[in-house]
């Protein structure tokens, strides 16, 4: 009998077919956001060593200092490219540190007034809530900084987190089952036992 194998895409009912699936990387994701027709050869090449430069989390933790060595492009030119890379999805991604990726994320949602400037000039204070500081300073309530605190316990600190550099582990059963006209067959994975 010719059985033809088929693909069951992403149907919950094959959880089992999916369970090794890997998914896109984040630099598959990254790239899959961008037209790389509209960019030159150049802009490509820092684009990449950016994208590479991101950690777990979609941070950049390499300096532009750093970056320039390698690829040997200007700060301005980097720095460029470092905010088309910026303005991808998942919003966040390729910040240099927790006030950016807060920043980036602020920047596309509606939100409570004054978020972005409490978060841009008054990150530490606002961290560890001093946020008499804060009111005094911007003419705002309390209870307008503490909207604004809620607010920002709904944002990602881990834009990236979602992506995994690890393949997924398959998993070997101890026996199988085998239908051979109207007998269960039942052995063990490992025939050797």
């Known amino acids: 009998r010719n059985k033809k194998k088929h693909s069951l895409g992403n149907d919950p009912k094959y959880w089992i077919e999916q369970i090794g699936e890997e998914k896109d990387s984040l ?6 956001q961008i037209n790389l027709q509209t960019i030159n050869a150049a802009d ?16 950049l933790r390499t300096s532009l200092l ?7 492009e200007s700060k301005e030119r980097i720095e460029a490219v470092l905010h088309m890379l910026q303005q991808l999805e998942p919003a966040g991604v390729a910040a240099r540190d927790l ?41 705002i309530s309390l209870t307008e900084i503490q909207n604004i605190s809620d607010f920002i316990q709904s944002l990602h600190p881990r834009p990236c987190a979602r992506f995994s550099s690890e393949k997924p582990s398959f998993i070997v059963p101890d026996v199988m089952v085998d239908i051979l006209e109207d007998q269960l067959i039942v052995r063990l994975a490992d025939d050797s036992l």
Not at 66 to 72: I, V
Not at 127 to 135: D, G, L, P, R
Request: a neutral charge; hydrophobic letters at 35%.
């Open 99 to 139: 006030q950016e990726s807060l920043l980036l994320q602020i920047e596309r949602i509606d939100c409570p007034k004054y978020t972005y400037e409490v978060i841009r000039d008054f990150f530490m204070p606002f961290a560890e809530k001093k946020w008499k500081v804060i009111s005094k300073k911007l003419g």
């Open 27 to 32: 630099e598959e994701y990254l790239f899959s």
């Open 44 to 59: 490509k090449k820092i684009l990449q060593l950016l994208i590479r430069n991101l950690d777990e989390n979609g941070y």
């Open 66 to 72: 750093e970056l320039e060595q390698q690829c040997k």
